[in-house]
């Protein structure tokens, strides 16, 4: 499939109170990465995601999820072509990856990923 979504990303509150509740309901396993100030949710099979604080109160506790692109520059520019809202401009996450984060004309807001290639 073309663009699948590849990850997803929980943006909360209260950090704690929502791995504990994840992890006991769906027996996920998370690895924290405290340098990055995140969450790796490993579910084993399918789509996997992430948790980390909100970074902005005003945002309520969501789940964003993330489609894969060929080239994150390209892909959002042509979303704000097409009269999306750019929230997050592309940005680089070291030795992973770039995203960036989008709404689309009718408010639902959603991340495009590009996975760095390995050589």
């Not at 979504?5 to 950090?15: A, G, M, S």
Request: proline share 6%.
């Amino acid at each position: 499939m073309a663009n699948p979504f590849v990850h997803i990303e929980l943006q909360t509150k209260d950090l704690e109170k929502s791995k504990k509740f994840y992890s006991d309901m769906f027996d996920w396993k998370l690895v924290d990465f405290p340098a990055m100030n995140y969450t790796i949710i490993n579910v084993g099979e399918g789509t996997g995601g992430g948790m980390m604080k909100k970074p902005d109160a005003a945002i309520p506790d969501s789940w964003l999820p993330y489609i894969l692109v060929d080239d994150v520059a390209t892909a959002t520019n042509k979303a704000q072509t097409l009269g999306a809202t750019i929230c997050k401009d592309v940005t680089e996450v070291p030795d992973m990856g770039w995203f960036s984060v989008i709404t689309d004309p009718t408010g639902a807001t959603f991340g495009l990923w590009q996975a760095k290639k390995s050589m």
